[in-house]
């Protein structure tokens, strides 16, 4: 049977490419790696934990002597790699913890891959999931695509163009067959509730502030996050060896109209008068190098591989609410003891 890595599958993005994978791949054994931080949770995949083909081990991908150890064991052919710290806002306060998770746990599994394929690559792939935010920010005008140069602003993007680069050296150092793609914000079931879709629609329930940075024009580019899996799974089966792609949902837009949106939607949902939710828009101190713009040109992956989002933004924002007002259960687990003592600390110095 063919043995698959998956790393940060208990977290948002790695939860459902981990459940896509254990569903469709039955003749390939899925081992998630998490360490279970403030943002991994096993509920996010308790639905696949009983199946044949699923195997989940707790652990640190900056533990080298570990990883190490699994690779040995379990002589894994293939790796997606989502385990990261992900929070720019986290960035700011603790850059260390995101080089130590993105920079030194990518060389780890790096290492590790590179070690036990001894370069004997067929078959094998090594497959880095990125972010759009390490190319930095674009003006008014313009797209990512695969050639923009990178120009990294905050920690954690820093930390993921860090771990970009290792990863393409290794593939040119080393021969290690790699594929990298870069995406642009996802949003949907399962998203940790400190980045904006998933906050608001927390506070807007509990009638609590909705805190905008700076003039709220801060613009962005959304996709649903199974979408992403689709994506993913398409670029670890399809995907050109030492290649990268960008993954985006050719839907922009600025932070305040996307926040105005979701209030109008949540009044209908939650039975209260049109424009009751807008009341709570606070605009807070803006985050300090803030990016302007992304927006991404996903030409390459949709005219080589045939992807596109299947999801319009109306339908995924729908079904994102829905899932949230349907598992309060989760929200309040993921809300209460660390979750609040960071919300006070991050929303109090605003
Ligand atoms: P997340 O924060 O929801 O999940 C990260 C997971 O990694 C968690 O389950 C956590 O427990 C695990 N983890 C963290 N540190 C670890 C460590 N040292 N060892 C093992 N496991 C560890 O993140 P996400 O939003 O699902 O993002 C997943 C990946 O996709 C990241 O690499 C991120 O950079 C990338 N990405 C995210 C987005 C987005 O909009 N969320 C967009 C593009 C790319």
């Keep these: 049977m063919k043995k698959i890595l998956i790393t940060g599958g208990a977290g948002f993005i790695g939860s459902h ?34 199946k044949p083909n699923y195997t989940f081990i707790k652990g640190d991908i900056t533990d080298a002597a570990f990883i190490d150890g699994i690779f040995e064991e379990y002589k894994f052919e293939g790796v997606l790699h989502l385990a990261a710290e992900s929070h720019v806002d986290r960035s700011i306060k603790d850059p260390l913890a995101f080089v130590k998770t993105n920079v030194i746990g990518t060389m780890n599994l790096l290492n590790s891959a590179k070690k036990i394929w001894s370069g004997k690559y067929e078959g094998k792939r090594f497959y880095h999931i990125s972010t759009d935010e390490v190319y930095g920010t674009l003006g008014a005008e313009g797209l990512f695509t695969e050639e923009t140069p990178y120009d990294p602003n905050s920690p ?24 990298l793609t870069n995406c642009s914000n996802n949003y949907g079931p ?7 879709i998933p906050l608001f629609i927390n506070n807007i329930i509990n009638n609590k502030p909705l805190p905008v940075y700076g003039d709220g024009k801060y ?25 990268t792609y960008n993954i985006g949902g050719f ?10 949106l979701l209030c109008s939607i949540m009044d209908k949902k939650l039975g209260r008068a049109e424009g009751t939710s807008e009341q709570l828009i606070t605009y807070v101190k803006d985050r300090p ?3 302007l713009r992304y927006a991404i040109d996903a030409t390459k992956i949709n005219k ?15 079904r994102t609410i829905d899932w949230f007002l349907n598992n309060q259960e989760w929200l309040d687990n993921v809300t209460t003891g660390e979750y609040q003592k960071y919300y006070n600390n991050q929303y109090s110095e605003s």
């Design 251 to 260: 839907n922009e837009w600025q932070n305040i109209d996307l926040v105005k």
């Design 156 to 179: 954690y993007s820093a930390s993921k163009a860090a771990s970009d680069h290792f990863v393409r050296a290794y593939g040119e150092t080393y021969g290690l067959p790699y594929v």
């Design 289 to 291: 190098g803030h990016d």
């Design 17 to 50: 490419v981990v459940r896509r994978f254990v569903n469709n791949y039955a003749d390939t054994q899925i081992y998630n790696l998490d360490a279970l931080t403030y943002a991994g949770n096993l509920e996010n995949i308790k639905d696949i934990e009983n």
């Design 219 to 243: 613009t962005r580019d959304w996709l649903f996050v199974e979408d992403h899996a689709v994506a993913i799974d398409l670029v670890f089966h399809k995907g050109k060896n030492h290649d």
């Design 190 to 196: 399962y998203h940790f509730p400190e980045k904006l």
């Design 304 to 318: 080589e591989l045939g992807w596109k989002p299947s999801v319009t933004f109306e339908e995924g924002l729908e």
